[in-house]
């Protein structure tokens, strides 16, 4: 269970869930799958997605390049209808979901740092059990994005 999915929340009010995989011998990269839907959607819809976004990632990535990298990227811009990776960021709040080796479900907020650091995931976990369903996840995906959120604020207020 090695897929990766963050979950984006823009100011534009929509959510933008990209998969990653890791690439045989290294790091976990962008694989090109992604999906954005409104901010209102049901939770099931969100959970679902979230559980198709870490499927795309199970299989493993061979000789992944620079270029390759931000050919995987260039799919989540469009929906955004943003050029860069830092235009993206701008205002948004982000999650990172991973399964455990039990199979559950582990949301992990992050606080955007902005366009020196980006995103940096913090120790604010939510977990949620292998046998959830959709809506369990989905739920769970919203907390985070509201922890993440929160935490985005109070380094800004220092």
């Not at 100011?11 to 790091?27: E, I, K, N, T």
């Not at 811009?77 to 943003?82: D, K, P, R």
Request: charged residues 25%; contains cysteine.
């Amino acid at each position: 269970m090695s897929g990766w999915v963050d979950v984006y929340q823009r100011d534009d009010g929509r959510l933008y869930v990209s998969s990653h995989s890791r690439v045989l011998g290294g790091p976990r990269v962008v694989n090109g799958w992604c999906e954005a839907i409104a901010g209102d959607v049901a939770d099931g819809r969100l959970g679902a997605l979230v559980c198709d976004g870490l499927r795309a990632g199970e299989k493993p990535l061979r000789d992944v390049t620079a270029a390759d990298v931000r050919e995987f990227l260039r799919p989540l811009l469009a929906l955004a209808q943003v050029s860069s990776v830092a235009d993206f960021a701008r205002g948004a709040q982000a999650v990172g979901v991973e399964r455990d080796a039990s199979g559950a479900y582990v949301v992990v907020a992050s606080e955007n740092r902005g366009a020196g650091l980006g995103f940096v995931f913090t120790d604010t976990t939510i977990v949620v059990p292998a046998e959830a369903v959709a809506d369990e996840i989905g739920r769970a995906v919203r907390r985070g994005l509201a922890s993440s959120c929160d935490l985005g604020r109070r380094r800004h207020r220092r």
